[in-house]
Structures are given as C-alpha cells and as structure tokens.
C-alpha cells in the first residue's frame, strides 16, 4: 500500500510541474536592440599618411687634407655660403717654405738641364772631330737624361706644395648652409681626422618616407606621371600638427626593396624657400588619392565577413535583412561601397552579432 500512495503521490508532483512550466517564446518575436545609421552620399576623396624623414639632398663634412693650427674662421655659423667661399684656415707659413723651397728646386733643376743639354751638345760636336773620348760623350748624355728626371721630380714636387698650400684653406664644395663649427681658433686639426664642419644644400630638400612593397605600385604610378612641384598630391605636416605651405613630388624610388622588412625608401623633393624643413626633422607625409568624387560612405564597423564576402544589416519595417556589398576604397573608418547599397537605406552598426535574417529589432 505504502508503494503505491507514493506513485499517486509522484503523478500529483509531475502534473502540478507541468502546470507551472514557463511557455516557450516564438524568436521571431524577440527584438534584438541595435543602433543604426541611415546611409549617405559624402565625398570619396581619401588620403593616406607616412612617416617621413627631412633629408638634405646633398651634405658633406668638412675635413681638412693638411695638418696645423686654425688660424681663420670666415663665415658665420649656421648661415648660407656659396661654392668656393673661405670658411677656414690652417697656419700656413709651413706649407708657404715649401711651396717656395719646392720652386727654387725647380729652377735649380732647369739650370742643370740647359747646362746639362750644352754640355751633350758641345761634347757631341768635338766627336766628330775626333777631339773627345766616345766615353765622355756617354756620360755627358747619361748626365743629360739625368737632369730630365730631376725636372719632373722637381715639377712634382711643386705641385705637391702647391696642393698643400691650397689645402690649407677650406672652402665651401656646393652653395648651401653650414652648421655650428666643430673646431675653434687655435685647435689643432689632424689631416683626414678632426671634423671641422658640416654643409648641407637647404633648397629644394628631401622627404624620405619608408613603405611597405604592397604600396610601391601606387608609387609607381604617381612617379611615371612626373606631377610638378605645384600639384597637391603630397604634402607634410609639421611637427607642430600645421600644414607645411608647399607641395613636393617623388624624385627617386630606391633599386631594391629590403628582404628583412619587406619594405623600400622613397624620396621626394620639396621647395623649402622659407627654411622651415630642416634636415633630421620628423613629419608626416600626406598623400592625396582620390579625386572628390561623390559616392556613399559607411562605418567600417557595420560591416561582416561571411566566407570572404562582405555583408550588412539592413533594417525594413523593424526586421533587419542581411545585404551583400561590394566595397570599395577604406577611407579612415569609413569605407565605400560600390554596389549593394543606396543612399536612405537604413543599416545596424551595433548589435549585429545578436543578428540573422529577418530577426527583429528595436532600435536605440
């Protein structure tokens, strides 16, 4: 008896479970929240942005081929100085003996040519009298041949004094601006050692910007169109975040690309009238590429992937439908879409995890 008031008794606990259930909710009715954006039409002008370094098209340093003392500076630092301007000089009352010595040996050396070359002279004569040994005119010519190599040796020895009197002045190699000296007067320099100076040409000057090979072919593009200085496709802004007032375009593209990194230099020149680029600066280069055409824009962020394709949610009517797009250039956190899309169509930027077709929303 006992085992079968607890069956009854079970039953009674089974139905009244069953009658305090909770019904089951029809999906469809459920509404996902989500916020939306209403398609529009903006401009698809676009640019994008490098990190570039300022360059001087040319620079050297400034070292000296003669040892000595700095006996002159003559120029002022940090200003513009012209091909061929005196900027330093080392003491030069050495290299002046011996540019002077080195010229007295010269015109020794001549005076032992004429009186050599009278002597061969004179003693052949006297052979053809038969009034001198064959001996002595052997000698008078190897004497002859003698003081010829002297005058050479001689030459070359001037004209080493010479090159080390003019080195003992430096001049400027290329007209541009020259920076703080390195040297002062009485510093005693070393020759191919102390480093005086540096110069580098301002005027146009260079950008130099390192990219991804992925992005040489745009490159490329804008090289072989050879823009002038004029156009606007590539600017820089300053470190202070302006606008630099000037336009460059690309004047080289490096021969190789880097293995280690995948990437290449690419060079651009810049007018730089005011001065305002100096090298070593680091700004960013800004590359102009679309033309300002009209097209629609949508958030970057509104938009899946499903197998490589690329899809939207577009709301109608309170459901939300899943669209196939094509895309287009991504400008920031926008992109363009070139087909799938019109402008007044209504899609789900947030919140589309939570959908599938059809599903329901409410819009926040």
Same mark, same amino acid.
């Given at each position: 008896?006992?085992k ?5 008794? %079970?039953g !009674? ?7 305090? /259930?909770?019904?089951?909710v029809?999906?469809?009715?459920? *509404? ?7 398609v529009?039409?903006?401009s %698809?002008?676009f ?5 570039a370094?300022?360059?001087a ?8 081929n003669?040892?000595?003392? &700095?006996t ?8 513009q100085?012209?091909?061929g301007q ?6 030069? %009352? ?13 015109? !020794?050396a001549i005076?032992?040519?004429?009186r /050599? ?6 003693? @052949?004569?006297?052979?053809k009298q038969d009034? =001198?040994a064959? *001996?002595?005119v052997d000698?008078?010519l190897?004497d ?6 002297q005058? =050479? ?5 001037v004209?080493?004094?010479e ?8 001049t400027?190699p290329f ?6 000296? @390195? =040297? ?8 191919? *050692?102390t480093?005086?100076?540096t110069?580098? $040409? ?14 040489l072919?745009?490159?490329q593009?804008?090289?072989?169109s050879?823009? #002038?200085?004029t ?9 202070d ?9 690309i ?8 293995p280690q ?6 060079r ?10 100096r #090298?070593g600066?680091n ?16 958030? %970057?962020?509104?938009?899946?992937e499903?197998m ?5 949610f577009?709301?109608v009517?309170?459901?939300?439908? @899943? ?6 250039r &991504?400008?920031?956190?926008k992109? &363009?879409?070139k087909?799938g899309?019109?402008?007044?169509? $209504? ?10 077709e059809?599903s329901? =929303?409410?819009?926040?």
């Amino acid at each position: 008896m006992k085992k079968i008031r607890f069956l009854v008794a %079970s039953g !009674i606990l089974v139905m009244f479970s069953c009658s305090h /259930a909770p019904k089951a909710v029809d999906p469809a009715t459920l *509404q996902v929240p989500v916020r939306v954006v209403k398609v529009s039409t903006g401009s %698809s002008a676009f640019s994008t942005q490098y990190p570039a370094t300022i360059n001087a098209l040319n620079l050297t340093e400034l070292r000296t081929n003669v040892s000595g003392f &700095i006996t002159g500076l003559y120029f002022k630092e940090g200003q513009q100085v012209k091909k061929g301007q005196k900027l330093y000089e080392i003491d030069k %009352s050495k290299y002046l003996a011996n540019y002077d010595l080195a010229k007295a040996n010269y015109q !020794i050396a001549i005076a032992n040519l004429d009186r /050599a070359s009278q002597d061969a002279s004179r003693y @052949q004569a006297l052979l053809k009298q038969d009034a =001198v040994a064959r *001996q002595q005119v052997d000698h008078s010519l190897t004497d002859l041949q003698n003081t010829k190599l002297q005058v =050479v040796v001689a030459r070359q020895a001037v004209k080493s004094a010479e090159t080390d009197l003019r080195y003992s002045e430096i001049t400027a190699p290329f007209n541009g601006i020259i920076g703080i000296s @390195q =040297v002062r007067l009485g510093t005693l320099v070393q020759s191919g *050692q102390t480093l005086l100076n540096t110069i580098s $040409t301002i005027n146009p000057i260079a950008a130099d910007v390192i990219v991804s090979q992925a992005d040489l072919p745009l490159f490329q593009r804008f090289y072989k169109s050879r823009l #002038p200085l004029t156009d606007s496709t590539f600017t820089l802004n300053l470190p202070d975040g302006s606008k630099y007032n000037g336009t460059g375009h690309i004047s080289v593209i490096d021969r190789a690309i880097d293995p280690q990194t995948g990437t290449i230099t690419i060079r651009l020149n810049f007018e730089n009238y005011q001065q305002l680029l100096r #090298p070593g600066m680091n700004l960013t280069l800004t590359i102009k590429e679309g033309k300002g055409s009209q097209g629609i824009l949508i958030p %970057s962020k509104s938009v899946t992937e499903i197998m490589g394709e690329l899809f939207v949610f577009v709301v109608v009517k309170d459901k939300a439908h @899943q669209k196939k797009i094509l895309q287009g250039r &991504i400008i920031a956190d926008k992109l &363009i879409v070139k087909s799938g899309l019109k402008e007044g169509d $209504t899609i789900v930027t947030e919140g589309m995890g939570k959908l599938k077709e059809g599903s329901s =929303v409410k819009i926040n």
